[in-house]
């Protein structure tokens, strides 16, 4: 093919109705709804439902404990001494200033994004490891069935398992936006929402500690202890203690607070930056306790608590004294105005209609929410790309196993070249470069070259650390000479994509990055040829970069000035058609 025929093949008409269908999307992948969780315990897995009903029991016999040994003398001594709020209320002004109380409605908001769109994540890798090889059969956490033992052999690629085949759906009133494989979407729902809600926690700790409000939420002595657990016993012997909330919250609200707001939140911060390979390229972190595997599950642990915290706040402001609790977060007044009641209902009745609206709005205009995603965090990304990948594995950390994922070649021509041991195959380097060039499998092969152990960052959550080995970009690029025009770099797939009549795969990426020592046109993987599955006879690696952008089967190398003019304009085959972002370094 020529220049205009690598364009023409990679792209697809941009009128139309690009909404998402069930059944249409994604090369028409079929439904598979996600299963109830399970934990794995020991060699066996049990469903979390058993978790939560074991976890009602649990409260039923605390209760009743609770209820018996509060009859005794030494326990109604102890709840004397320590009521719940005696050691915290010093230097504490009464009431709750606006700013906080604003505050706490933007959470509310972001919060329901933040969580509805990480669990539709989630649902694209429905499992969680703690090995940096996301190695099948060792999840913790799962939200389907065992992977098929016989579709585990790279040998086989027609049969393999791939990541995309792993994924499930969730409910669209529960996921954002539900349907399967829609994770480009949901990510751009949840970093927007991730933005937000991170100024709004810089503000909120700006605001606390200037006004002297942290004093509400910080434990200024070691007696909140004693009083968190006088608190913890009255309120399960359903002999609540008095709700002092609009002086000093109790020692254990105190400490909940002080749990969410000063350990959970910023955890939920790092632990999402651990999951970017440009984090782990730069430092190393591809392995040990703060492998992506790891951050991955206590990100999940952080939304369980988030949920777990909502839910019993919510439960605690109804049973403790719905209005006069509702007028101090409303008004800030300790009063019991049946107004505060209206305009709760009234903003919560507005949130339920956002939520309802979340996937509806998604699936009918998703480019649109690409687009604000693009424009409210992609220059986030952008800056997170200047980070040049400097980490290199052992051997020991090669991961026994490697997931796959792409629609694999399908044309006569591809396996014409793979049967004659790519001695036929070329691959043609041109657009705005001094020296178009066609290289020979055997002169780059014979070219010099170089090798490294990195670690491989799928979007959909899994992560896999292989030896690569093959030529340097920079070395393509000092041989054809791009122009000085040249800003980005198109590497078209001998591949299709997943979407019928969708054009060949392609991806585009900034040429700054090309020139970075570890930015590989590999041909090697663990130390033999690369298998089909794994993208033969090249595949790039831009170590920066998530897994989607590193294109397989390559056949050709295109230098321009934009890719507005490419497929659809939106900088890849996933960008045109799953929504997913050209920048992609977390």
């Given at each position: 093919?020529?220049?205009?025929d690598?364009?023409?093949?990679?792209t697809?008409?941009?009128?139309?109705?690009?909404?998402?269908?069930?059944?249409?999307?994604?090369?028409?992948?079929?439904?598979?709804?996600?299963g109830?969780?399970?934990?794995?315990?020991?060699?066996?897995?049990?469903?979390?439902?058993w978790?939560?009903?074991?976890?009602v029991?649990?409260?039923?016999?605390?209760?009743a404990?609770?209820?018996?040994?509060?009859?005794?003398?030494?326990?109604?001594?102890?709840?004397?001494?320590?009521?719940g709020?005696?050691?915290?209320?010093?230097?504490?002004?009464?009431?709750?200033p606006?700013?906080?109380?604003?505050?706490?409605?933007?959470?509310?908001?972001?919060?329901?994004?933040?969580?509805?769109?990480g669990?539709?994540?989630?649902?694209?890798?429905?499992?969680?490891?703690?090995?940096?090889?996301?190695?099948p059969?060792?999840?913790?956490?799962?939200?389907?069935g065992?992977?098929?033992?016989?579709?585990?052999?790279?040998?086989?690629?027609?049969?393999?398992?791939?990541?995309?085949?792993?994924?499930?759906?969730?409910?669209?009133w529960?996921?954002?936006?539900?349907?399967?494989?829609?994770?480009?979407?949901?990510?751009?729902?949840?970093?927007?929402?991730?933005?937000?809600?991170?100024?709004?926690g810089?503000?909120?700790?700006?605001?606390?500690?200037?006004?002297?409000?942290?004093?509400r939420?910080?434990?200024?002595?070691?007696?909140v202890?004693?009083?968190?657990?006088s608190?913890?016993?009255?309120?399960?012997?359903?002999d609540?203690?008095?709700?002092?909330?609009?002086?000093?919250?109790?020692?254990?609200?105190l400490?909940?607070?002080?749990?969410?707001?000063?350990?959970?939140?910023?955890?939920?911060f790092?632990?999402?930056?651990?999951?970017?390979?440009?984090?782990?390229?730069?430092?190393?972190?591809?392995?040990?306790?703060?492998?992506?595997?790891?951050?991955?599950?206590v990100?999940?642990?952080?939304?369980?608590?988030?949920?777990?915290?909502?839910?019993?706040?919510?439960?605690?402001?109804?049973?403790?004294g719905?209005?006069?609790?509702?007028?101090?977060?409303?008004f800030?007044?300790?009063?019991?105005?049946?107004?505060?009641l209206?305009?709760?209902?009234?903003?919560?009745?507005?949130?339920?209609?956002?939520?309802?609206?979340?996937?509806?709005?998604?699936?009918?205009?998703?480019?649109?929410?690409?687009?604000?995603?693009?424009?409210?965090?992609?220059?986030?990304?952008?800056l997170?790309?200047?980070?040049?990948?400097?980490?290199?594995?052992t051997?020991?950390?090669?991961s026994?196993?490697?997931?796959?994922n792409?629609?694999?070649?399908?044309?006569?021509?591809?396996?014409?070249?793979?049967?004659g041991?790519?001695?036929?195959?070329?691959?043609?380097?041109?657009?705005?470069?001094?020296?178009?060039t066609?290289?020979?499998?055997?002169?780059?092969?014979?070219?010099?070259?170089?090798?490294?152990?990195?670690?491989?960052?799928?979007?959909?959550?899994?992560?896999?650390?292989?030896?690569w080995?093959?030529?340097r970009?920079?070395?393509?690029?000092?041989?054809?000479?791009?122009?000085?025009?040249?800003?980005?770099?198109?590497?078209?797939s001998?591949?299709?994509g997943?979407?019928?009549?969708?054009?060949?795969?392609?991806?585009?990426?900034?040429?700054?990055?090309?020139r970075?020592?570890?930015?590989?046109?590999?041909?090697?993987?663990?130390?033999?040829?690369?298998?089909?599955?794994?993208g033969?006879?090249?595949?790039?690696?831009?170590?920066v970069?998530?897994?989607?952008?590193?294109?397989?089967?390559?056949?050709?190398?295109?230098?321009?000035?934009?890719?507005?003019?490419?497929?659809?304009?939106?900088?890849?085959?996933?960008?045109?058609?799953?929504f997913?972002?050209?920048?992609?370094?977390?």
């Open positions: 093919m020529g220049t205009d690598d364009t023409r093949a990679a697809r008409s941009v009128s139309g109705d690009e909404s998402v269908r069930l059944g249409q999307w994604a090369g028409g992948i079929a439904d598979e709804p996600a109830v969780p399970s934990i794995r315990l020991g060699r066996r897995w049990f469903s979390s439902l978790l939560i009903l074991l976890a029991a649990g409260l039923v016999v605390a209760v404990v609770a209820q018996h040994v509060r009859q005794y003398e030494w326990l109604q001594d102890f709840i004397e001494r320590y009521p709020t005696a050691a915290t209320r010093g230097g504490i002004e009464p009431g709750l606006a700013w906080l109380r604003w505050s706490h409605l933007f959470n509310i908001v972001f919060m329901m994004f933040i969580i509805r769109a669990l539709q994540i989630l649902a694209d890798h429905p499992r969680l490891y703690l090995n940096a090889g996301s190695t059969g060792t999840a913790w956490l799962r939200l389907r065992p992977i098929p033992p016989d579709r585990l052999d790279p040998a086989d690629p027609s049969r393999q398992w791939t990541a995309k085949d792993d994924s499930v759906s969730l409910p669209k529960l996921g954002i936006p539900g349907i399967r494989h829609t994770i480009g979407l949901a990510r751009w729902w949840h970093f927007t929402f991730d933005a937000l809600w991170l100024i709004n810089l503000i909120f700790y700006v605001l606390l500690f200037s006004t002297g409000q942290w004093r939420i910080v434990p200024q002595s070691w007696d202890v004693p009083n968190a657990v608190t913890l016993v009255q309120y399960l012997s359903l609540f203690p008095a709700n002092d909330g609009f002086v000093a919250y109790n020692g254990l609200q400490i909940a607070y002080f749990l969410t707001v000063f350990v959970f939140a910023p955890l939920a790092v632990t999402g930056l651990l999951q970017a390979p440009a984090i782990a390229a730069r430092f190393g972190l591809g392995r040990g306790p703060a492998n992506r595997q790891v951050a991955r599950s990100h999940f642990l952080v939304l369980v608590w988030m949920v777990f915290f909502i839910a019993v706040h919510t439960v605690m402001v109804f049973t403790t719905l209005i006069g609790n509702l007028n101090h977060i409303v800030g007044t300790n009063t019991n105005s049946y107004w505060a209206a305009i709760y209902l009234v903003v919560m009745a507005v949130i339920v209609v956002l939520w309802l609206l979340a996937s509806p709005v998604t699936l009918r205009y998703p480019r649109m929410v690409q687009t604000v995603g693009r424009c409210c965090v992609g220059w986030i990304k952008g997170m790309e200047w980070l040049h990948p400097r980490a290199d594995y051997d020991n950390d090669i026994p196993y490697f997931w796959a792409g629609t694999l070649p399908a044309s006569q021509e591809y396996r014409r070249l793979q049967a041991g790519w001695a036929g195959y070329r691959l043609r380097v041109y657009g705005l470069v001094e020296n178009p066609e290289f020979s499998y055997r002169e780059l092969v014979s070219m010099t070259k170089h090798e490294q152990i990195t670690q491989h960052y799928c979007i959909q959550g899994w992560s896999g650390i292989a030896k080995g093959g030529v970009m920079s070395d393509i690029l000092d041989f054809v000479r791009p122009l000085p025009s040249a800003r980005w770099v198109v590497f078209y001998m591949a299709d997943s979407e019928p009549g969708g054009g060949r795969y392609y991806d585009c990426h900034k040429i700054e990055h090309m970075h020592p570890m930015t590989l046109l590999a041909y090697e993987m663990n130390g033999q040829p690369l298998a089909e599955i794994h033969a006879p090249l595949r790039l690696r831009n170590e970069e998530l897994g989607f952008k590193q294109v397989k089967w390559i056949d050709a190398i295109e230098f321009v000035e934009s890719f507005d003019h490419i497929g659809k304009g939106h900088g890849g085959y996933n960008e045109d058609h799953e997913f972002g050209y920048r992609m370094p977390i």
